[in-house]
């Protein structure tokens, strides 16, 4: 059933007040002793004056009149009779409709409990930009503060590096003013290249029948060569041609120079690739220092059956000069490390260091220092027989055994006479030392090794020649 909410609307408030003051006793005859006759009039009551005018509002036109007309006659109390009706009549529907409102108004409440828990909600997914600009703008502070420290770290960085920076700085200074120094003597050199070489090197020419085949000095002497000076040769098994010292003397001695040493012009501390592709210079007159390289010395001495004789020359720092011959040398293979071997010490008065000497350190020292059958070693390719790289020690390439006792690709020692301090940290002998002729701590001022075959020996110019074995290259 609807509720008449236009209707019953007036009513509330006038109902209140009646029954707060009247209506509150219900029985019957208490609005019976409320009555007052008929006979004193309409008017004479208030009571009857306000209900009358109550219903006759509020009731249809119909019931109205009928009060109206009760009340003219004064047959009924409008407080016992009209009102008990109006109630009796009217209170079930009045009962319906306040129930149905208290039902709305329920609903209306629980409506509205959800409607706040649901804006709640809301508001806690997408909070107010009022509420996330605080935490915003802390954000954006712990930014600025890291940013800030950042910036004071690289500030104290540069600070504390400031003296390296100017270091630098100066550094790359000076390397621009050594490079357009170069640049300016880069032009020069070019300028000089245009003009014709003045600086020529002799190469001797090799003329006669097979002579541009000779394949080491003592061939080239045996087909006419009778000056000293650079010739190409070209040994049996090497794929091409190179230059060589051919040291000829008036006998026809053809002897092939594989070092010299001079004046220390020449740095030895070299890698295992310098020295099997020889390094330093060859000059017309031999006054420089030079090493001819592992792989010819190979290609030389292994090229037929026929030994060589290594010579061995030094010259102290007094002038006094002395020599040791070796028979049969050979140097092995790259895959052999190029090793060592002789068969055995011809003479000379420079002694056979080749063999070891003993120094007195140790029992062993004899068997710690020859040579014959040792294999090259450098400072990046150690190949000797000692814990340590004796290369590494002494700075330069050798036939190391532990380590030696003649090295003649050692430090250049002006004068002569060196010590332990000036080896440097290692404290080894590592000068230019042949240790049966002079101390180990005595450099040599010249040294040199040359080779020629053992037939072709001379002895006071007298040819000593091997029986049986015929010369190679003689005709």
């Known amino acids: 059933m609807g509720l008449r909410l236009c209707s019953?609307?007036?009513?509330?408030?006038?109902?209140?007040?009646?029954?707060?003051?009247?209506?509150?006793?219900?029985?019957?005859?208490?609005?019976?002793?409320?009555?007052?006759?008929?006979?004193?009039?309409l008017g004479e009551n208030p009571l009857k004056t306000a209900l009358f005018l109550l219903f006759s509002t509020l009731l249809p036109e119909k019931t109205a009149a009928y009060w109206?007309?009760?009340?003219?006659?004064?047959?009924?109390?409008?407080?016992?009779?009209?009102?008990?009706?109006?109630l009796s009549q009217y209170h079930p529907t009045v009962d319906n409709d306040l129930q149905?409102?208290?039902?709305?108004l329920q609903r209306i409440s629980n409506a509205t409990v959800?409607?706040?828990?649901?804006?709640?909600?809301?508001?806690?997914?997408?909070?107010?930009?009022?509420?996330t600009l605080p935490n915003s703008v802390d954000d954006f502070t712990q930014k600025s503060k890291k940013i800030i420290e950042e910036i004071i770290r690289y500030e104290n960085t540069i600070l504390s590096h400031e003296t390296?920076?100017?270091?630098?700085?100066?550094?790359?200074?000076?390397?621009?003013?050594?490079?357009?120094e170069l640049k300016e003597?880069?032009?020069?050199?070019?300028?000089?290249?245009?003009?014709?070489?003045k600086d020529r090197a002799e190469i001797q020419e090799t003329t006669g029948r097979g002579v541009q085949n000779a394949s080491y000095c003592q061939d080239i002497a045996n087909k006419g060569a009778r000056k000293s000076g650079l010739y190409f040769i070209k040994p049996q098994r090497a794929k091409q041609s190179f230059l060589v010292y051919c040291e000829i003397d008036s006998y026809g001695n053809g002897w092939t120079v594989l070092q010299r040493r001079l004046d220390g012009s020449e740095d030895f501390s070299k890698n295992w690739v310098q020295y099997k592709e020889g390094f330093g210079h060859l000059s017309p007159d031999d006054t420089t220092e030079f090493w001819l390289g592992n792989e010819k010395m190979h290609l030389i001495t292994t090229q037929s059956t026929l030994p060589y004789t290594l010579r061995?020359?030094?010259?102290?720092?007094?002038?006094?000069?002395?020599?040791?011959?070796?028979?049969?040398?050979?140097?092995?293979?790259?895959?052999?490390?190029?090793?060592?071997?002789y068969a055995y010490f011809i003479g000379g008065d420079a002694g056979d260091a080749f063999d070891g000497y003993n120094f007195g350190d140790d029992p062993s020292d004899k068997s710690y220092t020859y040579h014959n059958g040792m294999r090259f070693s450098t400072h990046d390719n150690d190949n000797d027989n000692y814990e340590g790289n004796c290369a590494e020690q002494d700075g330069s390439g050798w036939w190391m055994n532990r380590c030696h006792a003649g090295h003649l690709n050692g430090k250049y020692y002006i004068g002569g006479v060196y010590t332990s301090e000036d080896a440097g940290p290692s404290g080894f002998d590592n000068g230019i030392i042949w240790a049966t002729w002079r101390d180990r701590w005595y450099s040599m001022k010249k040294s040199a090794m040359k080779i020629i075959p053992f037939n072709r020996l001379s002895?006071?110019?007298?040819?000593?020649?091997?029986?049986?074995?015929?010369?190679?290259?003689?005709?």
């Open 68 to 86: 109206m007309r009760d009340f003219v006659n004064g047959s009924f109390c409008p407080t016992t009779c009209g009102i008990a009706d109006f």
């Open 8 to 41: 019953w609307a007036p009513l509330g408030s006038l109902l209140s007040l009646l029954f707060s003051t009247s209506v509150a006793v219900s029985e019957e005859t208490a609005f019976r002793k409320m009555c007052v006759s008929t006979e004193n009039g």
């Open 114 to 131: 959800a409607a706040d828990n649901l804006i709640q909600h809301i508001q806690g997914l997408y909070p107010s930009e009022k509420q």
């Open 459 to 475: 002895v006071d110019g007298q040819q000593h020649n091997l029986a049986n074995v015929k010369q190679v290259g003689d005709a």
């Open 164 to 180: 390296t920076i100017q270091q630098l700085t100066d550094s790359h200074i000076m390397n621009g003013n050594r490079i357009t």
């Open 312 to 341: 061995i020359e030094l010259e102290d720092w007094s002038g006094k000069k002395s020599t040791a011959d070796y028979a049969v040398f050979r140097v092995g293979s790259e895959e052999d490390k190029y090793r060592l071997t």
């Open 185 to 197: 003597k880069i032009a020069q050199l070019e300028l000089l290249c245009q003009e014709p070489c």
């Open 100 to 104: 149905e409102m208290e039902r709305i």
